[in-house]
């Protein structure tokens, strides 16, 4: 027999529904047996003037359940009778303040309600809060009210730490003597038909982002540096090793898998260091790649003497690149791999100077060599722009239209369309853009065809998830979903529904040295990579002075957390901080 959970129903009138719930035995436990614990806000002789309340309460007590007066649903944890308690699941059906109160003051409830049931609530436990229908503001609700006139369910939920994860019908005909009472306190019902069961679980915290230093062999030294803040939660995952059953595994798996029906694929595990030397970043750019967008990372010892030929040559390149400016031109600079290109190159080389697998390429036209690993941006924030995702690189020789085709037919049943550019064969989808390129280069009079494949933006694609951002996530209720290695076209299941978004504007004075990149990467080591996307709303140079003001529009929006009015405004001061003490920013 399964344990007993344990339910604890809050702001009961007649005490009907604990009554009726405890008969049902198993309505709101996934076990044989519940324990309920019945409470209202009234004391015990005012409780029983509500018509049945007398023999509900002796039901409930039949049971085995327990009944406790004057408990106020937004202080249980100073309940005495609660101290030490954690239950599975907390009811509360039909909150409302009483008499003719308005949203104001039924939304002030439940925000008070939801913040004090996570203090008597188990770690996996969910709450239950049923609403009439267009009460709580959600897109379920039909017809749905004006946002600034419903209860604002999931808002308020969100103060909490709560998430929606899911809406359900409101079914009190299956509960026998169920009978709705406290409409503007009194014996009267609330309108029940078509009413909905809200279910709420909760949600990770929010991880700050870390400083990461790193060590990595380079050319057979030592370097140590520090990874960029707002990159700290993307790096070492393991998105693809060999056991993984993360999205983005199973996207290569399945690209893998049928490209070997006409093409002999070899892959190599990518095991090369995060940091690129300047002449292995001129090697790795690609059409898809811009040298604007290289981060630039300064050891934090000198690998190279500043004063050597080699330095130099560093510092020449990066200057030529832009990946640095005149201010730090006196340390040597390497820059976080864009791409892979330039590991696939030294893989090849490696290949063929050790005579391994020649005969593989000279018997056959249709070889594929390939490896993937994570790579890094510095781009702007947006909908679809991301500073690190998985790339993908399969190279061998042959026409290019074959391998963009090849690679086409696996995607068209998601939406995929190749389209022919300037610069070789372009992969696109809705509404993202390009999820890939098809070129071919040029290497000591050998011509090869190269397909750079984003596996971050096709597991989106793929598995229909929201947000890129999703991937990421921690939260077990999404990584579960890929343990039985569904095939790509499941449908994501979200764990949290209808998330708020929120928008903050910041404005500042900065001086002529602002680098935009630098604050958008300030934006999501702050807000936790919460904001969705920045917009430039406003900039003004002064005649006079050499300060410029920028005032930007920061949409904060989540599928993975419980992201509240409160958290979003706290991720905001923390920004105006960064300004100020990184950017040098003047805050108006």
């Known amino acids: 027999m399964s344990p007993s ?13 604990s009554a009726s719930s405890a008969s049902a035995g198993r309505r709101y436990s996934d076990c044989e047996s519940s324990i309920i614990t019945a409470t209202c806000l009234q004391p015990h002789e005012q409780a ?14 039949d049971s085995g359940g327990t009944v406790l007066f004057e408990v106020d649903c937004t202080k249980l944890e100073g309940c005495s009778s609660l101290q030490g308690r954690a239950f599975d699941r907390v009811v509360f059906n039909f909150p409302h303040c009483g008499r003719k109160s308005g949203v104001k003051k039924n939304r002030e409830l439940l925000k008070n309600f939801f913040r004090s049931c996570v203090q008597v609530l188990a770690d996996d436990g969910e709450v239950h809060v049923s609403l009439c229908n267009g009460q709580g503001g959600t897109p379920v609700d039909q017809p749905k009210r004006e946002w600034h006139n419903s209860w604002q369910v999931v808002a308020m939920a969100a103060e909490a730490h709560l998430v929606l994860s899911a809406v359900l019908p409101f079914e009190s005909e299956k509960l026998q003597n169920y009978k709705c009472t406290g409409y503007r306190s009194q014996d009267k019902g609330f309108h029940v038909e078509k009413a909905l069961l809200h279910v709420f679980t909760r949600s990770l915290p929010f991880t700050a982002a870390q400083r ?4 990595e062999s380079i050319d057979g030294k030592k370097v140590h540096y520090i990874i960029p803040t707002e990159l700290s939660d993307y790096v070492f995952r393991s998105f693809l090793s060999s056991d993984s059953l993360h999205p983005v595994k199973l996207v290569q798996d399945y690209l893998l898998k049928g490209l070997s029906e006409k093409w002999s694929v070899s892959m190599t595990m990518e095991t090369s260091p995060f940091l690129l030397t300047a002449k292995q970043r001129q090697t790795c750019l690609s059409p898809a790649v811009d040298s604007t967008q290289c981060y630039r990372i300064k050891p934090l010892q000198k690998d190279v003497n500043p ?46 100077e050790g005579g391994e697998d020649k005969h593989v390429e000279c018997s056959a036209a249709t070889v594929l060599f390939g490896t993937s690993g994570l790579v890094f941006r510095n781009v702007s924030i947006g909908p679809w722009s991301m500073p690190a995702f998985h790339q993908l690189l399969l190279t061998g020789s042959g026409p290019i239209k074959d391998l ?35 070129f071919s280069t040029h290497d000591n ?16 694609l793929l598995f229909s998830l929201p947000d890129w951002r999703v991937l990421w996530s921690r939260d077990q209720r999404f990584l579960d979903q890929y343990s039985l290695r569904p095939s790509p076209g499941a449908p994501y299941r979200p764990f949290v529904l209808f998330p708020e978004h929120f928008s903050f504007d ?83």
């Not at 004063?307 to 990066?318: G, Y």
Request: negative net charge; glycine residues 6%.
């Open 506 to 588: 910041v404005s500042f004075w900065t001086g002529p040295t602002w680098e935009e990149k630098r604050f958008h990467g300030a934006v999501r080591e702050a807000s936790c990579g919460t904001v969705q996307q920045v917009k430039l709303i406003d900039r003004f140079s002064h005649p006079d002075l050499s300060q410029t003001s920028y005032c930007y529009r920061l949409v904060y929006h989540s599928h993975t957390h419980a992201l509240s009015h409160t958290q979003a405004l706290k991720f905001h001061k923390h920004l105006e901080h960064l300004l100020t003490d990184q950017l040098h920013a003047t805050i108006r």
């Open 445 to 460: 009079d050998r011509i090869s065809v190269t397909a750079s494949l984003n596996l971050d933006l096709l597991a989106v």
């Open 212 to 215: 990461l230093e790193v060590e």
């Open 307 to 352: 004063d050597s030929d080699e330095a130099d040559d560093v510092r020449s390149t990066l200057r030529s690149s832009r990946c640095f400016d005149d201010t730090e031109r006196e340390g040597c600079y390497y820059v976080l791999r864009p791409s892979l290109v330039s590991n696939l190159k030294e893989f090849l080389m490696n290949r063929d």
């Open 48 to 61: 029983l003037r509500h018509e049945g309340a007398a023999a509900n309460i002796q039901s409930i007590k």
């Open 5 to 17: 959970r344990s339910v604890l129903f809050v702001g009961e009138g007649n005490f009907s529904f």
């Open 404 to 438: 963009g085709q090849d690679l086409e037919t696996l995607l068209a049943p998601f939406g995929v369309t190749l389209l022919t550019k300037q610069d070789g064969l372009c992969l696109t989808a809705q509404p993202m853009g390009s999820v890939g390129h098809v």
